[in-house]
């Protein structure tokens, strides 16, 4: 079974347009640590937010939001008022206390329209 | 502080041969991770290394093998190369602990022919 799963595989919006990139994990640990990266046609993947299980305080960054709930096991990602260079791969991530690796999605692919 | 690097940026082979790739973490970072992106899919974990030792691995083949050396950079080594380990080969450096985040280099392109 998939422990992290990114529905959306591909989102296309237009410029300015609010955008939710969805993220539902799954684990039984109780001590974890959810992560957001963003992967643009270059090919690194970019750091943007690492949460863990004990805090669930969402978090906004600039046009950035997350938002943490664990009664859902999700870890939604919200763009404000998105822009060209928004478009990218996004993937969540999962890591379990127990064991050192970290599980993936399989990504949604964000185009913003001009 | 020098991110992730990696090298080569592209390498081209032919089915059969050997691919080594190189990957050289952040300063002070002692575990590094490799994962392979085929075309239009997700990363797949391949290898994990902490101070010297192979921690885990994915569910590759032993010809996907490599190492970690004293300075904690890595090579991954993919002997008998196929047409399908053509994908974006990424290294990743992390400090140890659980629940530190990994940071990723820009990649090594790998096209098998």
């Known amino acids: 079974a998939q422990k992290v799963t990114q529905a959306q595989t591909e989102i296309s919006v237009v410029e300015k347009e609010d955008v939710t990139l969805d993220c539902v994990y799954e684990t039984r640990d109780t001590t974890y640590y959810l992560f957001w990266y963003k992967q643009p046609p270059s090919g690194e993947l970019v750091f943007l937010i690492r949460?863990?299980?004990?805090?669930?305080q969402n978090e906004i960054s600039g046009r950035y939001s997350w938002n943490f709930q664990k009664s859902t096991s999700s870890f939604n990602f919200t763009i404000t008022a998105s822009q060209v260079v928004d478009s990218a791969v996004y993937f969540c991530a999962l890591r379990e206390n127990t064991g050192n690796q970290f599980y993936f999605g399989t990504g949604t692919s964000l185009t913003v329209i001009p | 502080e020098a991110g992730v690097t990696q090298s080569p940026t592209h390498l081209i082979k032919t089915r059969g041969q050997q691919a080594t790739l190189r990957c050289s973490p952040i300063?002070?970072?002692?575990?590094v991770y490799w994962y392979q992106q085929a075309l239009g899919l997700g990363l797949q974990f391949l290898l994990w290394y902490d101070e010297g030792e192979e921690r885990n691995r994915g569910n590759f083949p032993p010809r996907f093998s490599g190492r970690q050396f004293p300075n904690y950079s890595s090579e991954l080594n993919v002997n008998a190369l196929e047409l399908e380990d053509s994908a974006l080969y990424l290294c990743?450096?992390?400090?140890?602990?659980?629940?530190?985040?990994?940071?990723f280099g820009p990649g090594t392109r790998l096209l098998v022919l």
């Open positions: 300063s002070g970072h002692t575990s």
């Open positions: 949460r863990n299980s004990f805090d669930e």
């Open positions: 990743a450096s992390s400090l140890v602990e659980s629940e530190e985040t990994q940071y």
